[in-house]
């Protein structure tokens, strides 16, 4: 018997951050959440990410519980809109990496590309290049670098924060 076996104490330690009491939870969650997840569609290489996505929001807004019923509901409630929040990311994220993935692959012969690759140095291309066109992982480019999955994460959110600054620039008249 755990000292988590208790849904208010465990919420309660939870809402303090205690290690220990996250551990719990996970431990004897997790599963529930990615069933809830798959059947909401999530596929099995998206579940750890929307769930890492749900565990957030549950850090930020734990309450006490006292019911196990009522936590359970609002888990579930926090992860539908943990799907659907990453699902709209996913949209948004597709469709600019569309574009510029065709800039990119010469989509464009006309060079729409060539003001956004401005400033970039060959290496930030060929990341670019690799990763939208050519589909490599981020775990791949990190391993590739010698870097952190995270790191390259990091690198790439750069980019593509560039990237739509240039893309609004353009579509909105040069603003």
Request: charged letters at 35%; glycine letters at 10%.
């Amino acid at each position: 018997m755990s000292r988590f076996d208790d849904i208010g104490t465990l919420s309660r330690a939870m809402r303090r951050a205690d290690e220990a009491a996250w551990q719990h939870f996970h431990e004897h969650y997790y599963d529930l959440l990615e069933g809830v997840a798959r059947a909401r569609g999530v596929g099995p290489e998206e579940a750890p990410d929307v769930i890492q996505g749900c565990y957030l929001r549950i850090l930020r807004n734990v309450r006490r519980f006292d019911d196990e019923r009522e936590f359970r509901a609002w888990l579930c409630c926090v992860l539908r809109s943990e799907v659907i929040d990453s699902a709209r990311r996913r949209r948004h994220r597709a469709s600019l990496l569309e574009r510029v993935g065709e800039w990119l692959a010469g989509g464009n012969p006309g060079g729409a590309a060539a003001p956004l690759l401005e400033g970039m140095d060959g290496g930030e291309r060929r990341l670019l290049e690799r990763h939208y066109v050519e589909g490599w992982s981020q775990a791949e480019l990190a391993a590739e670098a010698g870097v952190s999955v995270k790191a390259m994460e990091s690198r790439l959110a750069r980019l593509r924060q560039r990237a739509r600054r240039w893309l609004e620039r353009r579509e909105g008249g040069g603003r």
